[in-house]
């Protein structure tokens, strides 16, 4: 890519953040506990998951002592087959804004390590080490993805940014052509549609690595 390439950064991240919530907080009386769309696990199962995708990547940015560099070795589990297996649960009694509060305090607390971690830090994942720009997009692809998972089933309309699946697109993405749509672009990138020129993907991945 070119280098006047413009960086995902913690602002396009908040603005993200903040309109899931938004949307997702209109939908609290839903029923939570039916599959998402296409997926095995049900809607809370899946925030439960994006919850525990944005914890990681805030565990990512947090510097951390070359004696104990490493995978971060939490337990995980799943409460029943097919489900949601990993190492953050929200109580179910808290009910559905208990289950938000949990997505809320994981996407801002990567927001505000964004805003303070060096642009040299780099972590692992397991398409590529990445830096702090690279966790914002990768952060960017999970909740816009995640929630498209769940539009249809809870009822909302979710359309993120062109602008800003453009720019993750180009972060992550760098072999992708985007089209006119950036949106069903990055939709297609991760799997979930085809396009009418180019069929559903059945394996794909995205590059973490800065270039």
């Given at each position: 890519?070119?280098?006047?390439?413009?960086?995902?950064?913690?602002?396009?991240?908040?603005?993200?953040?903040?309109?899931?919530?938004?949307?997702?907080?209109?939908?609290?009386?839903?029923?939570?506990?039916?599959?998402?769309?296409?997926?095995?696990?049900?809607?809370?199962?899946?925030?439960?998951?994006?919850?525990?995708?944005?914890?990681?990547?805030?565990?990512?940015?947090?510097?951390?002592?070359?004696?104990?560099?490493?995978?971060?070795?939490?337990?995980?589990?799943?409460?029943?087959?097919?489900?949601?297996?990993?190492?953050?649960?929200?109580?179910?009694?808290?009910?559905?804004?208990?289950?938000?509060?949990?997505?809320?305090?994981?996407?801002?607390?990567?927001?505000?390590?964004l805003r303070t971690a060096p642009s040299a830090h780099r972590a692992r994942h397991m398409w590529g080490h990445a830096d702090p720009e690279g966790f914002a997009a990768m952060s960017v692809v999970e909740i816009a993805v995640h929630?498209?998972?769940?539009?249809?089933?809870?009822?909302?309309?979710?359309?993120?940014?062109?602008?800003?699946?453009?720019?993750?697109?180009?972060?992550?993405?760098?072999?992708?052509?985007?089209?006119?749509?950036?949106?069903?672009?990055?939709?297609?990138?991760?799997?979930?549609?085809?396009?009418?020129?180019?069929?559903?993907?059945?394996?794909?991945?995205?590059?973490?690595?800065?270039?």
């Amino acid at each position: 890519m070119s280098e006047t390439r413009q960086p995902v950064t913690a602002d396009d991240l908040e603005g993200l953040v903040d309109h899931m919530m938004t949307t997702l907080i209109e939908r609290l009386g839903a029923d939570w506990l039916v599959p998402a769309g296409e997926l095995t696990y049900s809607c809370w199962e899946l925030i439960e998951h994006l919850a525990e995708s944005l914890f990681f990547y805030a565990g990512q940015l947090v510097a951390v002592p070359e004696a104990i560099v490493g995978s971060y070795p939490y337990v995980e589990r799943n409460d029943r087959p097919g489900g949601h297996e990993g190492t953050l649960f929200v109580d179910r009694d808290e009910g559905p804004a208990g289950l938000l509060r949990a997505l809320n305090a994981c996407s801002r607390i990567v927001v505000s390590l964004l805003r303070t971690a060096p642009s040299a830090h780099r972590a692992r994942h397991m398409w590529g080490h990445a830096d702090p720009e690279g966790f914002a997009a990768m952060s960017v692809v999970e909740i816009a993805v995640h929630v498209h998972d769940l539009a249809s089933t809870i009822g909302i309309d979710w359309n993120p940014s062109p602008q800003l699946c453009a720019l993750t697109l180009a972060r992550l993405f760098p072999d992708v052509e985007v089209g006119n749509d950036p949106w069903a672009t990055l939709l297609w990138a991760t799997g979930r549609t085809a396009l009418a020129d180019r069929p559903r993907l059945d394996d794909w991945r995205w590059y973490s690595e800065p270039r």
